[in-house]
């Protein structure tokens, strides 16, 4: 029995939750989510509480259980206060500046990065810092991992970009000949 799954989804007021067979639509103050899931898991609406249940009893769909729990509140969440995720980036004439849709970065190559922001996500520069917000967990996570792949910290300078939450564990130099 998956302990995450029995958990009810409480949906708050301003949410509007719909189920349509196996795809579940939220739209609240923050915009509208949509997603597909598997048939191996149903989902019933009482008053303002989802529940989530497995067809039967296999291990597939056990396994499905707790994840389409998870993935519905982070929909709910999402369309309510939003994701955020917060980058770093460290290093001698590093940039970054936001132009519509667009994150421009000057990340220490010969040229700069014009990296397209998914739909449904912002990002915000404050000296060295980006924020990245939006309603979809998936997206925004996925957004920043990629901007982080672009100049990755490396472990002697601490150059790079790196998640604000994120400890670089720092290597020592060379060190001179013995």
């Known amino acids: 029995m998956s302990r995450i799954g ?3 989804v409480e ?8 189920v349509n067979g196996a795809n579940v639509t939220v739209k609240g103050p923050n915009g509208q989510l ?17 529940t989530v249940t497995p067809v039967d ?17 982070n929909m709910v969440l999402g369309v309510t206060t939003g994701f955020t995720k917060s980058l770093e980036f460290n290093g001698v004439g590093y940039k970054a500046a936001v132009s519509g849709d667009t994150l421009n970065l000057n990340l220490g190559y010969s040229h700069p990065i014009d990296y397209k922001l998914p739909n449904g ?5 404050n000296k060295n ?6 309603a979809s967990k ?4 996925f957004a920043a991992a990629k901007i982080r792949s672009l100049r990755p910290p490396e472990p002697y300078k601490g ?20």
């Open 34 to 50: 949509e997603h597909t899931f598997n048939n191996l898991i149903t989902f019933s609406v009482d008053g303002k509480v989802l």
């Open 121 to 125: 996500v912002k990002a915000k520069v």
């Open 129 to 134: 810092l980006i924020e990245l917000s939006g």
């Open 57 to 73: 009893e296999s291990k597939k769909a056990n396994s499905m259980w707790g994840t389409a729990r998870t993935l519905v509140n």
């Open 138 to 141: 998936e997206l925004v996570g």
């Open 11 to 18: 949906i708050p007021e301003k949410v509007e939750l719909k």
């Open 159 to 178: 150059k790079g970009i790196k998640y604000v939450d994120e400890y670089i564990i720092r290597k020592a130099g060379k060190s001179a000949g013995k």
């Open 6 to 8: 029995k958990m009810p």
